[in-house]
């Protein structure tokens, strides 16, 4: 078969600017958060993942992934399944307002909740007479977390469900099935995949988030740091070493994310290959 | 241009998908590739386009066009207009903008002027009745309209050769109807040689002036339509144009017997396996003593000039096919259920081994 | 049309569930996307147009919306090209370490925003692996724009790639064959047949890219030096206000780059909707 630009010598030349490329400018990064982290020993690393402060940061960080993602996953779920499969005015509007969170910058993303939220806001200023603050503490952390990473569960679902259509879940009503066990034993076998990697988008973007989260944390050592505060924290205390060790661990995990995708796509394609 | 291919092979990885070919195509021929799925009919007319090398072997193999050696020359150096089967029409473009693409890519130097093109264009649309249509965009045609403008497209660059792969595979029965007679048309008046592809056998004998009949990368026979018909080199070929009627039983002492049909045969003794299409059984009400073959009808449908009839029988292992005249139809007063002797008017025989053919008309 | 019609009689629907997702969605776009920004309005009505004015065309916003543009506009244009070639290349070609080239394009998404700026700031200053290389060169990368482009350019190349990508894929080789048989040279092949088909791809993702690098914060702000009128952003110029607990100030601006990022979503989706009803004759 010949096709347009087969010729060996455009073939050679374009996948070889492509790999020098991509290694100068994707790989090299990657191999010097690890050459940085470790630049001083494996032992200077691991105090510097073990220090008190560190720890806090990562137990925060955990802990805001963990909650944000069961908000993300049932309002994705929620917002696939009304959007294909049903047809009613507005539908266009809901998927293009999902959008949102990704076009709006994470710093002004923080800002709008710090105005609501923040004591000078019109909820902020009601919850302070009941003495809640949410801003500058994890509640505030854990908003701003959702407001960005809420697309992504929905992003990943609506396109899968678009192409796979209502037919199953309608031979299952026919045949008596409720709603509930519809959704468990018919929808949810066909787009588990496409959720679980929902999740782990969504995971990697709650650890990660730096922008939103710095503008309503207020960044307090050992109270509301999160793993990537606490890193600039430490870069600009020209600590580098230390700042690397935690950028070591949230590399870390894009790498698994990584792995992850390439996992789920290499069983979909072998799926696809036998049906 | 006529064309000529000597010993084209192709190995796709370790399948064969073509053993080594040889054919001549005359300057001006429509020749037909015909065969079931995967016996290799794309995979020649991709060769010859030059969309697909040949095999590099020991002893390579040479595609003439004419006088010229075009096997190492490149696809778009080789001057032939291809007719893809879901058509490849550019979707970004508009019906006017794809049959002028072959021109505006011209070099300097060849290329008409664009009040030429233009001309030439509109020409070529008006041939295939689409002038009208020239500022649509492929999406807002008919499938039978988006094949015009493939072949309006093809042909702008004036090819001398024109390869079509299952041309009208993709449209209804009457669309293909009107597209094939148009093609004939199309091919006497402007005089190129043509080659397509086709599985359908129907299409095959109307078209062309001669079919190539494959079967597992190989070539059976190669023929003009009548003679294919009439005589078939072996038992693929026959089975492949047409529906066939099997006989099978054991002959002794110049008689064929198969459960309690018996039949009179000039053959010697042994197990026999006979061969007959419709038209050449004949239906009647009593035995004779040539033969005794006794039948039921199972199932009778009327199509066109002929009427279809099943007959099934213990001794038959697969039902036959009979069509008779509406005269004969009317004359018997044929029905379901009814009891009936068939006669066969002519058979043939393709022993295993030899592959030789034997036939033998009987007079009725 | 039909199921349309069922909307109208209000007949029931065939599948469960409607008013539950209906309820869930609804109430949560409310409450976490559009409840903020009334809270962006409120603040914003505190001020005067004249004041308001006033602050989003100050001289050092003003320089920061220059620099933040510029280099964003810069970014999407190379990742235009980069991006291109490295979707072409990862779908017409076979070669060793193709799927891991494949998954490293994920890289910038998956990686964060801060660490991907503290460790581009540690390779491109005078010190680092790649600014050690360029400096004694003279080419000057950290502390200046060219380090801004930079970071830009590093967190949104998946844009382009994963949106060219597909549609590279879905490219029969038909296409490619009719032109060639044609008689279209590769290169005149490639501009006439294909950059026609992948276009609206590529416009999109180098939209969405030079979006993302508008809004960019995390990567930006350890490469950029940070100087008034020179290396400063316009998320910078947000941040360093609400440090200075100017309120109305940040949102001033604030506004300008949410009003300038939705407008721009809302072209891009309305452009390529405009291209896909073409390319499927209305019917997709
Ligand atoms: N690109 C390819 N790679 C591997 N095998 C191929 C390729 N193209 C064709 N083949 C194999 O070569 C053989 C001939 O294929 P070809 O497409 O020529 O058949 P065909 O006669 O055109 O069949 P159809 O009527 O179904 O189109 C088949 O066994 C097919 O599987
Ligand atoms: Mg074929």
Partial sequence: ??????????????????????????????VAIFAQAFSQGVMVFWTNVSNTFTLHAIGLTLMIALLTIPVCLVFGVALAWLVTRFSFPGRRILQTLIDIPFAVSPVVAGLIYLLLYGRNGWIGSWLDTYDIQLMFAWPGILMVTIFVTCPFVARELIPLMQAQGSREEEAAVTLGASGWTTFRRVTLPNIRWALLYGVILTNARAVGEFGAVSVVSGAIRGQTNTLPLHLEQLYQDYNAVGAFACAALLALIALLTLAAKAGLEWRASRREAFA | ???????????????????????????????????????????????????ENADRTAQPGQILFGDRDVTNVHVRDRRIGFVFQHY?????????????????????????????????????????????????????????????????????????????????????????????????????????????????????????????????????????????????????????????????????????????????????????E??????????????????????????????????RVELEADWLAQPWLATVRHTDFEHLALRRGQRLFAHPRHWRRFPKVTEKTTEQTRVA | MSQLA?????????????????????????????????????????????????????????????????????????????????????????????????????????????????????????????????????FQVAYTWVGIALAMAFTSIPFVVRTVQPVLEDLPAEVDEAAMSLGATDGVAFRRVILPHIWPALVTGTGLAF????????????????????????????????????????????????????????????????????????KG
């Fill in chain 1, 1 to 30: 078969m010949r096709r347009i630009g087969d010729a060996p010598l455009i073939r050679r030349l374009l996948i070889a600017t492509a790999l020098v490329l991509s290694a100068l400018f994707l790989l090299l990064p990657l």
């Fill in chain 2, 1 to 51: 241009m006529s064309i000529r291919l000597n010993n084209i092979a192709k190995h796709f990885g370790n399948t064969q998908a073509l053993e080594p070919i040889n054919l001549d195509i005359h300057e001006g021929e429509l020749v037909g590739l015909l065969g079931p799925s995967g016996s290799g009919k794309t995979t020649l007319l991709r060769i010859i386009a030059g969309l």
């Fill in chain 2, 88 to 272: 490849a029409l550019f979707r970004h473009m508009s019906v006017y903008d794809n049959v002028a693409f072959g021109l505006t890519v011209l070099s300097r130097k060849r290329r008409p002027s664009s009040g030429e093109i233009r001309a030439r264009v509109f020409r070529l649309l008006e041939m295939v009745k689409l002038e009208h249509l020239a500022d649509r965009y492929p999406a807002q045609l008919s499938g039978g309209q988006q094949q015009r403008v493939s072949l309006a497209r093809a042909l702008a660059v004036e090819p001398e050769v024109l390869l079509l792969d299952e041309p009208f595979g993709a449209l209804d029965a009457k669309v293909r109807q009107e597209l094939r007679r148009w093609l004939r048309h199309l091919h006497d008046e402007l005089n190129f040689t043509s080659v397509f592809v086709t599985h359908d056998q129907e299409e095959a004998l109307e078209l062309s002036d001669r079919v190539v009949v494959m079967s597992n990368g190989r070539i059976e026979q190669i023929d003009t339509p009548d003679e294919l018909y009439r005589t078939p080199k072996n038992r693929f070929v026959f089975e492949f144009l047409g529906d066939v009627n099997h006989l099978e039983g054991k002959v002794s002492n110049g008689v064929l017997t198969c459960g309690d049909a018996y039949w009179h045969v000039d053959l010697p003794d042994g197990h026999e």
């Fill in chain 2, 274 to 307: 006979l061969l007959l299409r419709p038209h050449e059984v004949r239906l009647t009400e009593q035995p004779t003593s040539e033969s005794h073959l006794p039948v039921t009808i199972t199932a009778i449908s009327p199509v066109g000039a002929e009427v």
């Fill in chain 3, 6 to 138: 069922t909307w109208r009689t209000g007949s029931t629907r065939v599948l469960p569930g409607f008013g539950l997702s209906m309820g869930i969605s609804v109430l949560f776009i409310s409450l976490v996307l559009l409840l903020p920004i009334t809270g962006l309005f409120g603040q914003l009505a505190e001020l005067s147009l004249a004041e308001y004015f006033a602050i989003i065309t100050e001289g050092r916003v003003v320089a920061s919306y220059m620099v933040t543009i510029g280099a964003a506009a810069v970014a999407a244009l190379v990742n235009a090209i980069f991006g291109l070639l490295l979707a072409w290349v990862l779908v017409r070609y076979e070669f060793p370490g193709k799927r891991l080239l494949d998954a490293l394009m994920d890289l910038p998404f998956a990686l964060p925003t801060a660490v991907a700026g503290i460790t581009l700031a540690t390779l491109y200053a005078g010190s680092g692996w790649m600014g050690g290389l360029l400096e004694p060169l003279g």
């Fill in chain 3, 211 to 282: 979006v993302r690098s508008l809004g960019e914060f995390g990567a930006i702000i350890f490469i950029a030096g940070n100087m008034p009128y020179e290396t400063e952003i316009t998320a910078l110029m947000i941040f360093v206000k609400l440090q200075e607990y100017d309120y109305a100030g940040a949102s001033a601006i604030a506004s300008v780059v949410l009003f300038v990022s939705l407008a721009l979503l809302l072209a891009i989706n309305i452009w390529q909707g405009r291209f896909v009803r073409r390319l499927h004759g209305g």
